[in-house]
């Protein structure tokens, strides 16, 4: 009985601290007092010491551009979206030979209540071998007439539109740093 009442306690415990994390969003703020360290999306958040909303998303887009090129930033929304970078060195599930690997990189800055944090997602890819086609679904007709054309049911493609990328792992050393990197540009630019 008192190992089932401490087991309990643990897991309320746990469930206090860390807050509900399953199912949120990213641009919400997760839940509980330590819910800001946690990232549905498998990033890392951490709340700011910035002035204003603005003042947080700017010097998000300056840091975001130190490592990599950013392809969309919207203050509105928050999300700083980057171009996937090709990585030098990735983990190969081949014995001979390898696949190329790419990070892709957001960050999504929000403001609740006078709280301003910052989630940051570094994925880690490789490239698959497998070519993604889609099946048509063909309605029940029942006339002999053909009703779509060979390029509905399968068309032409180029390459690029045949790479599949299989994300292994996020990469928290470098999101880490990318936060480490923004906190100290909003502590020293205030």
């Given at each position: 009985m008192a190992r089932?009442?401490?087991?309990?306690?643990?897991i309320a415990t746990v469930a206090l601290l860390a807050g509900?994390?399953?199912g949120e969003d990213a641009a919400q703020p997760a839940?509980?007092?330590l819910g800001f360290l946690f990232v549905a999306s498998?990033?890392?958040r951490r709340p700011l010491t910035a002035e204003s909303y603005a003042q947080a998303f700017g010097h998000a887009r300056a840091v975001m551009a130190q490592y990599f090129?950013?392809?969309?930033a919207d203050q509105n929304t928050g999300l700083i979206q980057c171009l996937p970078q090709r990585l030098d060195s990735a983990?190969?599930?081949r014995l001979i030979g390898g696949s190329p690997g790419r990070q892709v990189a957001t960050m999504k800055v929000t403001q609740d209540g006078g709280?301003?944090?910052?989630?940051?997602s570094v994925r880690l890819q490789r490239q698959s071998s497998g070519i993604l086609r889609q099946q048509s679904i063909t309605d029940s007709s029942y006339d002999s007439v053909p009703n779509q054309t060979p390029g509905e049911i399968e068309a032409a493609t180029t390459p690029d539109q045949n790479d599949t990328w299989e994300t292994y792992r996020s990469d928290q050393a470098l999101?880490?740093?990318?936060?480490n990197n923004l906190e100290d540009l909003l502590t020293k630019g205030s």
């Open positions: 089932q009442t401490t087991i309990i306690a643990l509900c994390v399953d839940s509980g007092p498998g990033g890392t090129t950013i392809s969309s983990p190969s599930d709280r301003i944090v910052a989630a940051c999101e880490n740093k990318i936060l």
